[in-house]
T-cell receptor
């Protein structure tokens, strides 16, 4: 159980175009989904947190107009990189959690998708 | 501020034992996670500790001391496939995961 899929796994796009990445929780309903970015040999960097049906909360320094997040259902969140530039090339990873204080901290485990390798040329 | 410290890199020999330490200072504590991340892949869950003590799971064990703000991940009988980054993450009082920078573990034959 607790499988998260991410699509596409790899994408190459031209500078100035937009790219959409989908993140789905396949066998559970995720109250919260997270989007991370990871540059080579660096740690995960949280970009934003999204709860179903509400606006995403972006981390400091992340442009919300450039990285559009939609969390339309309990099993789907999308990240759209608008007007992509070469510096946006990175490994984008989503994660999902059930997360309920009533169930204790273990329920806040994040289940990660396999990641999307974005290359902007 | 919130801070999680772990060594940047460690090297160990196949078949040996290695201990990866993690110290934390966070606003509140609701548990500590360890994740494994192979290069080019997403992190995968290894362990969760919320009470003091040692949790053993096969070749991997995780220890927590809340009074010391300290945890370690112990890997026994190291295999080449254990070469990866190991991420320590703390669930703070707002149930937000605070991530360490990760420890890259290199296994040598």
């Amino acid at each position: 159980g607790a499988v998260v899929s991410q699509h596409p796994s790899r994408v190459i796009c031209k500078s100035g175009t937009s790219v959409k990445i989908e993140c789905r929780s396949l066998d559970f309903q995720a109250t919260t989904m997270f989007w991370y970015r990871q540059f080579p040999k660096q740690s995960l960097m949280l970009m934003a947190t999204s709860n179903e049906g509400s606006k995403a909360t972006y981390e400091q320094g992340v442009e919300k107009d450039k990285f559009l997040i939609n969390h339309a259902s309990l099993t789907l969140s999308t990240l759209t990189v608008t007007s992509a530039h070469p510096e946006d090339s990175s490994f984008y990873i989503c994660s999902a959690r059930v997360g309920s204080g009533l169930a204790g901290g273990m329920s806040y485990e994040q289940y990660f998708g396999p990641g999307t390798r974005l290359t902007v040329t | 501020g919130q801070n999680i410290d772990q060594p940047t890199e460690m090297t160990a020999t196949e078949g040996a034992i290695v201990q990866i330490n993690c110290t934390y200072q966070t606003s509140g504590f609701n548990g500590l996670f360890w994740y494994q991340q192979h290069a080019g892949e997403a992190p995968t869950f290894l362990s969760y500790n919320v009470l003091d003590g040692l949790e053993e799971k096969g070749r991997f064990s995780s220890f927590l001391s809340r009074s010391k703000g300290y945890s370690y991940l112990l890997l026994k009988e190291l295999q080449m496939k254990d070469s990866a980054s190991y991420l320590c993450a703390v669930l703070d009082s707002n149930y937000q995961l605070i991530w360490g920078a990760g420890t890259k573990l290199i296994i040598k034959p």
